[in-house]
């Protein structure tokens, strides 16, 4: 019962310090990836770089302590990061402070449900997800990350539009006319050091070993150049007033964004009072927010349009008495030299402040980073934003749940230990809401850090523990040394890593094993790229296609009729092109015998009675029933009356205990016959043949070849001599 409650008890079973001294070497190696990807995947997620760290120093070690994986590394994933910034985009504007909050909180609510999956054993759960469904999601997701990060790639700044591929449009528009190109030299340059330092060593760090090389580069040319200034110092009338009307937009925006929430506060405290009444001031309330929200949406577009003709304006500098003046670019008065550097607004979703605007020369890096760990507070969850909060939930549960299984499965086929998937979902759960309490975003198992941690040779999940040392040391001494990380190296980080995530061979696997599978996995990736950012909408038609497909099948489950095949064993005669025998017909039934499909199988019978005139005999094959409910009972007693009074016979063999159960307490066996039971389908056709000959007048020797006891092929049909009409209508 300890070893359930703390399973990491497990690990120093015959530990000792070379086995730590391991498990040290690579959770140190994990943390040099952890660090930087961290940060490129807060960013992902709308959320300050930073946050990352916060991500990173908490959740993988608790993960590892509660969860059944000794090398599972958990902590900040790009499709959970994704769908962080998916689904919180229309609740408020990412990397605002509101946002930051319903992060944290839907961490603490996917935390919650997995958790509870975990105690209460349901981690079967997860098979919702069929992996044709998550292939197309994960395949669509990681294209989606990738082209995410181009706008940083080139150095240029849009704002998101509805769907990712009108943004994405956005991106090559602004690249084609501003693209910074020292931005793009240090991406590309990122890109080229770890794709060649992983095919030299795939131990090498290369992570780490880009950004170190790019942030020293960055920081010894002054990559990062940023002015900050007033208004006054803007010589360009038609600068000034967009800068003014952007800014009482924005304010205009705020205030509707207080009243929303306002009256959503007093429409839950109504609610807390009196849950069934529907009082007007809760309409009023309603009505508040319907109409700030077609206001927000308006004052968005407008928004829109002045962000994106800031942010092409380029200005020239001059110095004026040791005082920076700047014009817009080709507007500087003549006899005046302006130097080269081109300069441009750095405009965000909030106000710019007026007496510090800030202007940009260079490149984005990732600048400041606060130092010290997160305050440990309770995030702010009511029962509304839980309720509001738990759909999203609910998919980054089985998508990062899904995800850190099957890295975790992979990983115990190799190293033999066992895996507990509830267990699992317990770790995860932890890691989520106590991460949550420390300023963290919602995280997973990673493939690619588990992946180093298992080459690393990492014997138990102490490494992890070692990993989040290693973070909280960053946290307190080393944020600093972040300050010139280009945000380009960071995007560059981000393409890498979701390039694994590709797997064209998925959908053919898929279709070569089910054209059904292979078409929910193609419709699932399509419907997603379309849809994106709103990416539920992929995984909820992907569900919903596989269930569809699940009950489907269901109703109409394999029906066959049998005979002796060339293994001497009763086969499929469709399937094996064998004779049926014209007295008995065997059939076999595979599948639940259940309310969905009980008319099925009645169907079948009726079909097979029809296309055979001298039965005599239906043997029900019940082998392949391991189930049977009301209806199906129901459904079996009047098929074996119906078969009676056509004057036919009607035995059952094979069934198992759980349908003689059904049958013993319904009373159906004595309708049945006990005599009429047989325990396989050898012993039924043995005795039902010399029932035929005992009752008929049909001779034992007419049947020596019987296709029940014999291997008979179907004889084939004779090819039919194309005539002249034939030959006309086909062509030829």
Not at 240 to 263: C, M, P, S, T, Y
Not at 600 to 623: F, G, H
């Amino acid at each position: 019962m300890i070893r359930k409650v703390f399973p990491f008890l497990g690990w120093f079973e015959e530990y000792d310090l070379g086995k730590f001294k391991i498990d040290f070497l690579a959770g140190l190696t994990v943390a040099l990836v952890l660090i930087p990807q961290s940060m490129a995947y807060a960013q992902l997620a709308g959320l300050p770089a930073y946050y990352g760290l916060y991500a990173a120093f908490l959740p993988p070690m608790v993960a590892a302590l509660f969860g059944s994986s000794r090398q599972l590394a958990t902590g900040p994933v790009a499709i959970v990061s994704l769908m962080n910034a998916a689904s919180l985009e229309p609740l408020a504007t990412a990397g605002s402070a509101g946002f930051i909050a319903y992060s944290i909180a839907l961490a603490l609510t996917v935390g919650i449900f997995q958790f509870l999956l975990g105690v209460l054993r349901l981690g079967l759960v997860v098979n919702f997800l069929s992996h044709p469904v998550v292939n197309g999601f994960t395949n669509a997701g990681a294209i989606i990350i990738a082209t995410s990060q181009l706008s940083k790639f080139f150095g240029v700044y849009v704002d998101a539009a509805h769907h990712n591929y009108e943004t994405l449009v956005r991106v090559c528009q602004a690249a084609l006319e501003y693209t910074h190109i020292p931005t793009l030299i240090f991406g590309i340059s990122a890109v080229v050091i770890m794709a060649s330092l992983k095919k030299i060593n795939p131990r090498i760090p290369n992570v780490l070993v880009a950004v170190a090389t790019t942030t020293i580069i960055s920081w010894l040319i002054g990559f990062n150049n940023d002015a900050h200034i007033t208004l006054s110092n803007i010589q360009s009338p038609a600068a000034v007033e967009k800068i003014v009307a952007f800014n009482r937009i924005i304010g205009q925006h705020n205030e509707l964004v207080e009243q929303r929430k306002d009256a959503t506060l007093k429409v839950d405290e109504i609610h807390q009072k009196d849950h069934i009444k529907l009082d007007e001031e809760i309409l009023r309330q309603l009505n508040i927010v319907n109409v700030a929200n077609y206001r927000i949406d308006k004052l968005k577009e407008l928004e829109h349009e002045l962000r994106t003709e800031l942010r092409a304006m380029q200005f020239s500098e001059i110095l004026q008495n040791d005082k920076q003046i700047f014009y817009e670019r080709g507007q500087v008065p003549e006899g005046i030299t302006a130097d080269k550097t081109i300069w441009r607004l750095k405009v965000g979703n909030n106000q710019l402040d007026t007496e510090s605007i800030l202007l940009t020369g260079g490149g984005a890096v990732v600048g400041s980073i606060p130092k010290g760990l997160p305050q440990f507070t309770m995030p702010h969850l009511t029962v509304h934003s839980f309720m509001q909060l738990l759909p999203t939930a609910v998919i980054i549960s089985l998508l990062g749940f899904m995800e850190a299984v099957a890295i975790a499965k992979a990983m115990a086929s190799k190293s033999g230990q066992k895996l507990d998937p509830n267990q699992e979902l317990i770790g995860q759960g932890l890691a989520n809401i106590l991460g949550s309490f420390t300023s963290s975003y919602s995280v997973s198992g990673s493939f690619s850090r588990s992946a180093v941690n298992f080459q690393a040779g990492a014997v138990s999940g102490l490494s992890s523990v070692v990993t989040s040392i290693v973070v909280v040391t960053t946290l307190l001494f080393f944020t600093p040394l972040l300050y010139h990380l280009p945000q380009a190296v960071l995007a560059a980080v981000i393409m890498m890593a979701v390039i694994g995530l590709i797997n064209i061979r998925g959908f053919m696997h898929a279709w070569t094993a089910q054209w059904y599978d292979g078409a929910i996995s193609i419709i699932t990736f399509i419907v997603t790229l379309y849809f994106a950012p709103h990416l539920d909408k992929g995984i909820e038609l992907g569900v919903v296609l596989s269930l569809l497909v699940f009950f489907y099948k269901a109703m109409r489950p394999t029906v066959v009729t049998l005979s002796m095949n060339a293994q001497n064993v009763l086969g499929s005669s469709e399937y094996y092109g064998l004779q049926g025998c014209q007295h008995i017909s065997v059939i076999r039934f595979d599948g639940p015998l259940f309310f969905t499909n009980a008319s099925y199988l009645d169907e079948q019978v009726t079909r097979y009675r029809t296309d055979l005139p001298n039965l005599r005999y239906i043997l029900l094959d019940a082998r392949g029933i391991n189930d049977m409910d009301a209806s199906g009972e129901e459904a079996l007693r009047m098929l074996c009356e119906r078969v009676r009074s056509g004057h036919l016979g009607f035995a059952i063999c094979g069934a198992k205990f759980q349908m003689l159960k059904v049958m013993e307490r319904t009373g159906l066996l004595d309708v049945v016959g006990k005599e009429w039971m047989y325990p396989d389908s050898k012993a039924a056709v043995i005795a039902l043949t010399k029932k035929v000959h005992d009752d008929s007048s049909v001779p034992l020797e007419a049947c020596e070849n019987c296709p029940l006891q014999k291997y008979v092929p179907r004889p084939e049909e004779p090819k039919k001599k194309k005539g002249l009409v034939t030959k006309l209508k086909s062509g030829v």
